[in-house]
């Protein structure tokens, strides 16, 4: 079983920064890809960027450019480093983790953490 454990949620203005950090943990356990998805109130989970431990990245549109996604593989740790932040990003964002670098894909991740909430004032 992995565990996730999101950190770096906040409140921020317009235009602000801030970083988030996602930690896998568990026993006897293979991460490849890793992700964060984020959810608005009333709107459904949307993927925001993915990344594979071969340092493949994915991000949906209307992020790219602002935010970037990196990881430590020695510590089992994706982040996500957020610039130029709009209201229309304040959501719970999730953190996601499985196996497989294909998931990068398909976005049928095994793993998710519990959120961290961003909320962005304007």
């Known amino acids: 079983q992995v565990q996730l454990v999101e950190s770096g949620g906040g409140l921020v203005q317009a235009g602000g920064s801030l970083r988030l950090s996602c930690a896998a943990s568990?026993?006897?356990?293979?991460?490849?890809?890793m992700a964060w998805y984020r959810q608005a109130p009333g709107q459904q989970r949307e993927s925001v960027a993915h990344i594979t431990s071969e340092g493949i990245t994915k991000y949906t549109d209307s992020v790219k450019g602002r935010f970037t996604i990196s990881r430590d593989n020695a510590k089992n740790t994706v982040y996500l480093q957020m610039t130029s932040l709009k209201p229309e990003d304040t959501a719970v964002y999730y953190c996601?983790?499985?196996?497989?670098?294909?998931?990068?894909?398909?976005?049928?991740?095994?793993?998710w953490g519990q959120g961290t909430q961003v909320t962005v004032s304007s």
């Open positions: 568990g026993s006897g356990f293979s991460i490849n890809a």
């Open positions: 996601a983790a499985d196996p497989s670098r294909w998931t990068l894909y398909t976005g049928n991740y095994d793993y």
